[in-house]
């Protein structure tokens, strides 16, 4: 197996997205939510004007954690004309006439949205509600017994993100293959982050942060032939990561992280990191770094995959002799049915 | 010009240089000394140098036959040849830089063909025709088209020029001997094909072996004859005189032919007698002087000779190759390898030749309504006499058959579908059929084209070429490609029915010619292992049209060279 292969199977193994066959039954919880939402609203007067899915699904980015449950960020979208003041009001509707009446444990009203939890399915829920006026969104804010200064309707840009996330415009040439590539990386930077961390540290790197400094780091490493080097693409990703001023030093080799959102509202997206976090960051990218291009350096493919499987743990393929055929891996068919093509004579 | 300044500067340089006049004709007169006599080389004036200055031999018959020299008996000079002047580059802005550049090589030239006599010799030899046809012929002599095999004593049969026949063969006397079974039925110098024809008399074709010096006037022709005919080895003279005594005409024709260290040379002569009544051919001087002799411009007609000469390659003769495909590019693969001297194609295709095909496709439109593989079989034949060619209307799917490897030397695959491209490499690969393979294709809007060469047993198939590097698992599209999978690259002009890929005959062309190339270079034993070649051409096109490059595309600098097909991720070379 190729480390190209064995970088794909790792990506197998640890890719969530809304058409994983793991992740069935929480989309159909989903669905059947969110029609209930829809209904709520209508009830409430504020009919539902639109729908989607945001953070990691629709960024294409998301992990399979184990025991951790499936996470879904729902948001829903009324009509400015229609949106009550009180920007809490809906999100208690949510709350009490959906969540809490389905049975979900835990369902409760937190500043940027509903959450809760679906504890059969493995299923964790956040539903961002927004009002929007033209093209422009403003996500509620505020939590139940939030004073009047706490409730208040914030300018947000929820699609203008997931777009900034997908964009391949300046990829050139198979820019679908090389965001695929940048998809990969990001998803090798969470595993990595989950494999690395304590659950406490993991909580406060959040995903959108990686996610964004991977994008603004990220270059496509293709060879000549368009075969792309996912290795050679997350090493290149990860220095840049540590040398574009995401990392602040606070004296005594301790450091803070600090990444901006790239859209409205443009906040600081690690607002409340502090030291320890920072550092641990700082700290275990340069080890991150340092095994990524021993890996490249290294000849012995055995040895090669050693050095991955130590930094991204068992999801990574095991080691086993590099001669060794995948029978699996080798009859790989085609996932599309038809391909139009451009061949003639 | 100034030749009073070109003087001056000669004159300079040493040579003895003087301007002269003849009959009101101003011309430059250098003298050098040669072998101990003194030689005039002249140069009659021009407006400008468009060329290397031209310099004369003054009474070269003086000298008896030299090489590179032709004697102008009616004027009295010898014209020099030092070459090929069109590809000599002339400072004709300095002019006396170049009179003295090309004067220095006419002296050479005749000095060497004067001193050195053997030298001088050999090369009369080796520039036997030139001499041949300087010396000898004139512009009325006939010319003969020869359908002929080397060193065979051999009957021949001559024909008149078809009436009203300005150009092409049907212009040109035709001669045939029995050596001639090997050209295509639908060549017109096929043996067969003589119609509008008449006889023109019968001959024999002899072979000389070394030759001697050409006759050096058309005077000394009869002597040459006689004297060429005498020296044959006995062996060989006594089966002419065998073969001669059994025909009489009141015409013959000979051709001769020889070695020379430039190749086989190949002249004849015409023989008609004075009086009335047949004979057979003289062969001794008392029988010549009955008969008038003149001498003929012979054109052999053989594949050794012919096929060398445009560059074809004889050790290609006895290939056979399986076309599939006869489109644009298939067509134009066809013609390219017919032309390499590929001697047995098999060509295949299902379709029609149509009015839409007519610009991008080699075929006229006399073969309108014919089946494609049928055309071009006709085509190809009659313009290389030397290629069998074989049609078959059927499509790629329907030829897996094992006994398909037994016939063929190589497949070419030029139809521009992947899908069945695919299917019938599975058929080889699961019936073990070993069949090397050349899969081409051209892409849309001139981005450029693709050819694949997958040889049995060596590393790398078309499979590699399809391996899709984003999740390495068998693809749908090539990853050779130039645009990006999925994209709306077909145009119509009349509805879903006549969708076509936009294209010029230029780009069929060029992926026709990396195909071939690539066949070729197979055939001639020089590429062991599977290999890809592609060739990237303009995106503008493609551009205004919206589509979208690879990144193969937009970094591939390697047009036209040979690169490895194998592909680590290709799950049919790696299941071992």
């Known amino acids: ?345 | 010009m100034d030749y009073e300044a070109i003087t001056q500067h000669l004159v300079k340089q040493g040579y003895q240089a003087t301007l002269e006049e003849l009959d009101g004709v101003p011309y430059l007169k250098v003298t050098v000394d040669v072998s101990d006599s003194s030689v005039e080389l002249v140069h009659f004036h021009v407006n400008e140098f468009s060329a290397l200055p031209e310099f004369w031999l003054k009474n070269a018959a003086v000298y008896g036959a030299l090489a590179h020299v032709l004697n102008i008996e009616r004027i009295g000079y010898g014209h020099i040849c030092i070459g090929d002047r069109d590809s000599i580059s002339v400072n004709f802005e300095q002019p006396h830089l170049a009179v003295e550049a090309s004067l220095q090589r006419h002296i050479d030239q005749v000095r060497q063909s004067i001193e050195d006599s053997e030298w001088n010799k050999q090369e009369l030899v080796r520039e036997f025709i030139t001499n041949w046809n300087n010396a000898v012929l004139k512009p009325s002599d006939p010319q003969l088209i020869l359908a002929a095999k080397e060193r065979h004593l051999e009957l021949m049969h001559v024909f008149n020029p078809r009436k009203g026949s300005g150009y092409g063969y049907a212009s040109f006397y035709l001669g045939i001997t029995d050596h001639v079974s090997d050209i295509s039925e639908f060549s017109s110098i096929a043996p067969t094909n003589t119609d509008g024809r008449s006889p023109a008399g019968e001959g024999y074709v002899v072979p000389l072996g070394a030759l001697s010096p050409p006759p050096v006037s058309r005077d000394e022709l009869a002597n040459w004859y006689i004297s060429t005919i005498s020296s044959l080895p006995p062996g060989e003279l006594s089966k002419l005189e065998k073969l001669v005594s059994r025909r009489r005409s009141n015409r013959f024709w000979v051709v001769f032919n020889g070695d020379t260290t430039s190749g086989t040379a190949w002249f004849g002569v015409h023989l008609k007698p004075k009086g009335k009544g047949k004979r057979t051919l003289p062969l001794k001087a008392s029988n010549l002087s009955e008969w008038s002799i003149k001498p003929i411009q012979v054109t052999v007609f053989n594949k050794e000779r012919i096929l060398p000469r445009g560059g074809a390659k004889i050790s290609l003769s006895d290939k056979s190759v399986l076309l599939v495909g006869c489109g644009s590019v298939g067509g134009e693969i066809a013609y390219k390898l017919a032309a390499s001297g590929i001697g047995k194609l098999t060509l295949v295709d299902p379709d029609v030749y149509s009015l839409d095909n007519l610009y991008r496709h080699v075929l006229d439109e006399r073969l309108i309504g014919a089946g494609k593989a049928l055309g071009l079989s006709l085509m190809i034949e009659s313009k290389h006499p030397w290629t069998k060619c074989t049609h078959v209307n059927s499509r790629l799917l329907d030829l897996r058959g094992k006994e398909i490897r037994k016939n063929f030397d190589l497949m070419i695959v030029a139809i521009g579908s992947p899908t069945h491209e695919r299917l019938f490499h599975d058929f080889l690969v699961e019936n073990n059929v070993s069949l090397p393979v050349i899969n081409t294709w051209v892409e849309g809007y001139g981005v450029g084209g693709h050819a694949t060469l997958d040889i049995p047993r060596s590393k790398g198939c078309l499979r590699c070429a399809y391996v899709d590097h984003s999740d390495l698992s068998r693809g749908l599209a090539s990853n050779l490609n130039f645009l990006e999978s999925n994209q709306d690259v077909t145009l119509n002009h009349a509805g879903c029915g006549d969708l076509f890929l936009p294209y010029s005959t230029l780009n069929a062309g060029q992926t026709a010619l990396i195909a071939s190339d690539l066949s070729i270079h197979f055939l001639n034993g020089s590429i062991p292992e599977s290999c890809k070649v592609s060739w990237k051409g303009d995106d503008t096109e493609a551009l205004k049209a919206g589509l979208r490059t690879t990144h193969r595309y937009q970094v591939f600098q390697k047009s036209l060279m040979r690169l490895p097909l194998y592909d680590e991720h290709c799950d049919f070379c790696n299941n071992d």
């Open chain 1, 1 to 345: 197996m190729t480390i190209q292969q064995r970088f794909l199977k790792f990506h197998d193994a640890i890719k969530l997205s809304r058409e994983d066959d793991a992740y069935k039954k929480a989309r159909e919880k989903d669905d059947s939510v969110t029609s209930d939402v829809k209904k709520a609203f209508h009830d409430a007067g504020y009919p539902v004007i639109e729908d989607f899915i945001q953070g990691s699904f629709a960024m294409h980015t998301g992990v399979k954690r184990k025991g951790e449950d499936f996470d879904i960020d729902r948001a829903v979208v009324i009509d400015s004309e229609n949106a009550p003041d009180d920007s809490v009001k809906p999100k208690i509707v949510i709350c009490d006439e959906v969540l809490e009446k389905r049975g979900f444990k835990n369902a409760q009203v937190k500043t940027p949205c509903v959450t809760a939890d679906y504890a059969s399915e493995n299923l964790h829920i956040d539903y961002p509600v927004y009002r929007k006026s033209g093209g422009a969104y403003e996500l509620a804010i505020g939590k139940r017994g939030s004073g009047e200064a706490q409730r208040y309707w914030d300018r947000a840009d929820p699609k203008g993100l997931k777009n900034w996330v997908v964009d391949k415009s300046g990829y050139g040439g198979s820019a679908d293959a090389k965001v695929q590539q940048f998809y990969r990386v990001a998803r090798y930077l969470k595993s990595w982050r989950n494999e690395k961390f304590s659950s406490d540290i993991c909580r406060k790197l959040y995903s959108i942060g990686i996610t964004v400094m991977a994008k603004q780091c990220f270059y496509p490493v293709m060879d000549d032939e368009g075969r792309p080097n996912d290795l050679t693409a997350l090493k290149n990703t990860v220095s840049a990561m540590l040398t574009s001023g995401y990392f602040i030093n606070q004296g005594d080799e301790t450091y803070v992280v600090s990444v901006t959102l790239p859209v409205t509202p443009y906040r600081e997206i690690f607002h409340n990191n502090c030291k320890n976090t920072g550092s641990q960051f700082k700290n275990k990218l340069e080890s991150m770094k340092r095994k990524l291009t021993d890996a490249i350096a290294e000849e012995d493919e055995k040895k090669q995959c050693e050095i991955l499987k130590d930094l991204f743990g068992d999801d990574f393929p095991d080691c086993e002799d590099a001669k060794k055929a995948d029978i699996s891996d080798k009859r790989r068919f085609a996932t599309a049915g038809a391909v139009g093509t451009s061949q003639g004579a």
